[in-house]
């Protein structure tokens, strides 16, 4: 179908042609050309009243309405030979008239040309509908005209409201996640991510992550993507895989990835899009019950084997002893049955070590300053560290009452204090150091244990050649030692671990490979209700 404006302005040659010939006489002979020419005049008629855009023939400067078509009477409520008395410009928004006028002015200096706006029309009965309305000026014998085709685009707005509105409701949705949401190209270029996932990879903009590469700055290791970009070119999609990322501070995060293929027209991957989740802390959450759950275990397998073994060791010693005091001193046997209780006393020494890493040892605890208890064991450490290792004590200034076993706790500083001395063979420097501790939530989401409270926290620190992962994995159980054969018996720290289970406190590390270890050992404070009664008896 032609152009509407074409049709109107051919039906306006047509027209014209008519109005012509009817002027002059004309024969008989051209009836049948003039009946010929009324025919299709009456057919682009047809045409163009079939069309669903308003077709309007305009008087150009005046904007006086010449003819339309049913369509634009329809539109404006009113009949054709109303609309002769108006023009363009009471019909359209003023906003818009400028223009209009514009188009018709350069009409008048001989410049016709088309121009297309959206504007708005209003109905005889006053409703306004926004149209997008096409003008184009022409020129027929000496008069200039101006031909409209305005089209109602009140649904088409109407769609690409609802297409924006349901785009912001997808983009709040996308923004207000708590997981991370992202589409990546395949040469790991980001194209989107939403905050939350600037967030958890330590960023503050989207600007910034934007400058990532997924595969080199993100993947602990790169090869990880490639395997998984396979996987999303084999089956389009993959979920739930746990990858190890790096944010922007060094730090290491567990992610739980869904990810699938974006499939371009010709077939080809064209990008990725995908959903992570931070399952850092549910990992931490889960080895730290792990490890909680292991230690129970060794613990109560330990106390069992421990007590019975304790029960064999009695009764050997008793025996030995009884047949100790019968043999005569001159006895060759005195020598053998001496060696046997020394041995047998020996076990009773492991015996009573692994019972205070199951903490079936019976402590007595009264208050005591965790710091008079760092100093006493400062005293007595001199000759356990050799002469190359710097000592310094730091005790606190204040008092810090913590209800423990003195004897216990002296036991677990020699215990870190001898494996210091022994990861620094060639000398180094050995803190110790107290001083009171508020834990809050800060240290529970880091370790995934502890109380809220205040504490009495000693550590202590060494520069010696610290461990790496794989050691630190298993540090606390009893009978893990690196050390060779008659020199560790890998219980040390275990009895650490039970003593401090005992005293209600915990116990963390931190070290690395070459750059020395800090234990630190922390004690809940005893409330100073004393304290309090006094301050209250005193105002009173
Ligand atoms: P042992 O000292 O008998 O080996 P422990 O339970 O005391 O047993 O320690 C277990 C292991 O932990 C040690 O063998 C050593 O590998 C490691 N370790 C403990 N403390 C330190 C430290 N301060 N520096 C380096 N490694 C340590
Ligand atoms: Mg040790």
Not at 140 to 161: G, K, Q, W, Y
Request: charged share 25%; with cysteine.
């Amino acid at each position: 179908m032609p152009d509407s404006s074409e049709l109107q302005a051919q039906h306006d040659e047509l027209r014209h042609l008519i109005v012509g010939l009817s002027k002059h006489s004309v024969s008989k002979s051209c009836y049948p050309e003039l009946q010929q020419l009324i025919l299709d005049l009456e057919r682009s008629r047809l045409l163009l009243d079939q069309s669903s855009d308003a077709v309007m023939l305009f008087a150009v400067p005046s904007g006086q309405i010449l003819d339309c078509n049913e369509t634009a009477c329809r539109f404006l409520g009113r009949s054709l030979d109303i609309l002769r008395s108006r023009t363009l410009f009471s019909l359209i928004d003023p906003a818009t008239e400028e223009q209009a006028a514009r188009l018709f002015s350069d009409a008048q200096i001989g410049i016709l040309r088309k121009e297309t706006f959206t504007s708005t029309f209003a109905t005889a009965a006053g409703t306004v509908f926004p149209v997008e309305i096409s003008l184009k000026t022409v020129k027929i014998d000496r008069s200039i005209f101006a031909v409209a085709d305005v089209r109602n685009i009140s649904e088409r707005l109407h769609a690409e409201n609802v297409l924006k509105e349901s785009e912001a409701r997808y983009r709040a949705l996308f923004e207000d996640s708590r997981d991370a949401i992202y589409m990546a190209l395949p040469n790991g270029d980001f194209t989107d991510i939403n905050m939350a996932g600037v967030e958890m990879l330590g960023y503050s903009t989207k600007e910034e992550v934007f400058q990532l590469n997924v595969e080199q700055d993100l993947y602990a290791d790169p090869l990880v993507r490639r395997q998984l970009l396979q996987r999303l070119s084999d089956d389009g999609c993959l979920k739930d895989y746990e990858v190890l990322l790096r944010k922007r501070d060094g730090e290491y995060i567990n992610v739980l990835l869904t990810s699938s293929a974006m499939i371009g027209d010709h077939g080809s991957i064209i990008g990725y899009r995908g959903i992570m989740r931070d399952i850092t802390g549910h990992k931490k959450l889960e080895q730290q019950l792990l490890q909680s759950q292991k230690m129970e275990a060794i613990g109560r397998l330990t106390a069992g084997i421990a007590h019975d073994f304790n029960n064999i060791l009695t009764s050997i010693l008793g025996y030995a002893t009884m047949v100790d005091l019968k043999l005569a001193e001159q006895s060759p046997m005195k020598k053998h049955i001496g060696n046997i209780i020394l041995s047998a006393e020996r076990a009773a020494v492991l015996i009573k070590r692994l019972l205070s890493f199951s903490r079936q040892q019976k402590i007595s605890m009264l208050p005591v300053d965790a710091s008079s208890i760092v100093i006493s064991t400062g005293n007595i450490i001199a000759e356990v560290i050799g002469q190359d290792v710097t000592l310094d004590i730091m005790p606190s200034n204040r008092e810090l009452l913590v209800n423990a076993d003195r004897g216990q706790i002296e036991q677990a500083l020699i215990n870190l204090i001898t494996n210091a001395r022994d990861a620094m063979p060639h000398g180094g420097t050995l803190r110790i150091q107290c001083e009171p501790y508020l834990l809050g939530d800060d240290f529970i989401r880091q370790y995934c244990y502890g109380e809220p409270g205040t504490y009495a926290l000693i550590s202590v620190a060494d520069t010696g050649t610290g461990m790496d992962s794989k050691i630190l994995q298993k540090l606390f159980e009893p009978f893990f030692t690196t050390k060779e054969v008659g020199k560790g018996t890998g219980l040390g720290l275990s009895i650490v671990y039970g003593i401090m289970k005992q005293h209600g406190g915990f116990i963390n590390v931190e070290s690395a490979l070459g750059s020395g270890s800090t234990f630190r050992l922390y004690l809940p404070l005893i409330r100073q209700e004393k304290d309090s009664a006094r301050t209250r008896a005193s105002s009173e």
